[in-house]
């Protein structure tokens, strides 16, 4: 398993940003991790990051979906 402080081979993409996303799971950050690049990604922001990052991160608690559910609106 990768270490879930270090979630990205890349730095993660805020939802937003200019630049388009065009795959990623949403995630809301329940702790500060750090990316690659050894900046610190504070709790509670919100990212899209690669389905297998994103499994990472919730199965350590470190991070929970921040999309809506079936049938909610954000």
Not at 10 to 19: A, E, G, I
Not at 56 to 66: C, H, M, N, T, V
């Amino acid at each position: 398993m990768a270490d879930p402080n270090k979630p990205a081979t890349t730095s993660p993409t805020s939802p937003d940003t200019d630049r388009p996303e065009t795959s990623g799971v949403p995630i809301r950050l329940l702790y500060d991790v750090w990316a690659e690049d050894e900046q610190r990604v504070p709790a509670g922001t919100e990212l899209l990051v690669p389905v297998k990052i994103a499994k990472d991160l919730i199965e350590a608690g470190k991070a929970e979906r921040a999309d809506p559910l079936p049938g909610d609106f954000a």
